[in-house]
């Protein structure tokens, strides 16, 4: 008999949502990280429960504003060269994917998972006792200038038909909603179906809770290899041999790591983001606000406000760029004024297939390998949901999502 039914690798918001829905429905269930759950990616991000993100990076309008985007100090992306240069492949897929049929046929499978992510979460938020940690504020984007407030229309009525509600706010009525702003306002949405967390560890931490009170076990170890054969998997972790009827591979941007897993030869990347914080600063805004052109949030946490977002695509083990941490201070102090020194900053790194899917489900070598990872900017929001489908799979139920889109043996592009 194994020791385990299911052996979950990686306790960052996947990971954990995973262990907690088995937990649930009554299975045994351990959980392995060396660092504490929640600490990850899953740590710094910008809070929101984002229902409305269906249309990832990957975007015609990336291809058409390229140079603009790779060389402007004032972009919210960047891009190593030498990192392009050693990941041929994954960049010339990325860039495959933001042509308009493949961005189209993208964030319609978004849209189909994001709009489960609330029935996948809102058990756990139960569970967890978390719901004082809920914020129903909605989300508010913002434009500063005319051009990019017009070039946003494409993208907002993509999302209406995608069954994603928003409603336009008349730039006073934006000033009324948060105050604290400080750029002049071109155009406002309100997301109003949208939620957020006070505190993404927060929440994790009294997830991991729930499911130690439930008779969850936790492994503080990495968990090195996998093998599987007919019956079962053995994971090698913190030197030990464990026995489960599955594993799940969720350890993020981390997740082609593990030995034996399979999951080295999927293309998996990082896109690398930042977050700064300023403690005592919280109350600049009241719900998570996005500044369109410069690509990052303002969110009231818990411990103080943080401006977090960008995108930089490098190395998992490069160096923290402190170019893109003055950048977020400084469009920071545009976007709400002067601002006091920052009380942290902080490098996380959302893991990106070059389709900007997600990898939920069987292991194309073996049946008793899931994978659940390749969140890109939205793992918060569907990590729930991933975790519910995930232990569908290894009950052997149906799920009620189509998972086709999200298969590890799809085409990438
Ligand atoms: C700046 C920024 C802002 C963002 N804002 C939002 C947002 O507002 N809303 C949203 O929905 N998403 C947001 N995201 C994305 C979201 O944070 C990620 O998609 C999500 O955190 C990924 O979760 P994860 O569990 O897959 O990975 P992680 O949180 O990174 O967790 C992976 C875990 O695996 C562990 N691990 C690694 N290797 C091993 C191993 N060998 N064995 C065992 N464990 C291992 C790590 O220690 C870690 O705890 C944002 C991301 C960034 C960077």
Not at 81 to 102: I, Q, T, V
Request: glycine letters at 10%.
């Amino acid at each position: 008999m194994a020791d385990y039914d299911i052996a979950v690798a990686g306790a960052g918001i996947v990971g954990m949502s995973c262990a907690l829905w088995a937990q649930m429905r009554g299975h045994k269930v351990l959980l392995i990280d060396p660092e504490d759950p929640g600490s990850g990616t899953s740590y710094g991000n910008a809070c929101t429960l984002a229902t409305y993100a269906c249309l990832p990076v990957n975007d015609p309008s990336v291809l058409s504003s390229l140079p603009s985007l790779m060389f402007s100090k004032d972009s919210p992306l960047s891009l190593s060269y030498a990192h392009a240069l050693r990941n041929p492949r994954w960049m010339l897929s990325f860039l495959a994917n933001c042509r308009a049929a493949p961005a189209r046929r993208i964030a319609g499978h978004l849209a189909d998972l994001l709009s489960h992510a609330d029935a996948g979460i809102n058990p756990l938020i139960e569970a967890a006792s978390a719901q004082d940690l809920v914020v129903e504020r909605g989300q508010l984007s913002v434009w500063s200038t005319e051009k990019a407030a017009k070039a946003a229309s494409d993208g907002l009525e993509r999302r209406r038909a995608l069954g994603v509600p928003w409603r336009e706010v008349d730039p006073e009525a934006a000033l009324e909603m948060e105050p604290g702003l400080h750029l002049p306002i071109r155009r406002a949405v309100h997301f109003h179906a949208a939620r957020s967390l006070r505190d993404p560890q927060e929440f994790i931490t009294r997830m991991h809770r729930a499911f130690a009170s439930l008779g969850g076990a936790t492994l503080r170890a990495k968990a090195e290899a996998v093998s599987a054969s007919g019956t079962g998997v053995e994971l090698l972790a913190g030197g030990q041999g464990i026995t489960a009827n599955h594993a799940v591979i969720a350890s993020g941007a981390f997740s082609n790591r593990i030995e034996g897993a399979g999951t080295r030869k999927l293309p998996l990347g990082t896109e690398r983001g930042y977050h700064v914080m300023f403690e005592d600063e919280a109350h600049r805004v009241t719900r998570p606000v996005g500044w369109g052109e410069a690509g990052f949030y303002a969110v009231p946490h818990a411990q103080g406000l943080r401006l977090t977002g960008t995108v930089e695509i490098a190395a998992l083990d490069a160096p923290m760029n402190t170019r893109r941490l003055a950048y977020i201070a400084r469009k920071g102090a545009e976007m709400l004024g002067p601002l006091p020194a920052p009380s942290s900053e902080w490098l996380g790194y959302r893991p990106t297939l070059p389709d900007s899917l997600p990898v939920i489900g069987r292991s194309p070598q073996s049946d008793r390998v899931l994978y659940a990872f390749g969140h890109q900017h939205i793992g918060l929001t569907l990590g729930g949901i991933t975790g519910r489908l995930i232990t569908d799979l290894a009950e052997g139920r149906q799920p009620n999502v189509d998972l086709a889109p999200f298969a590890a043996d799809r085409s990438f592009a």
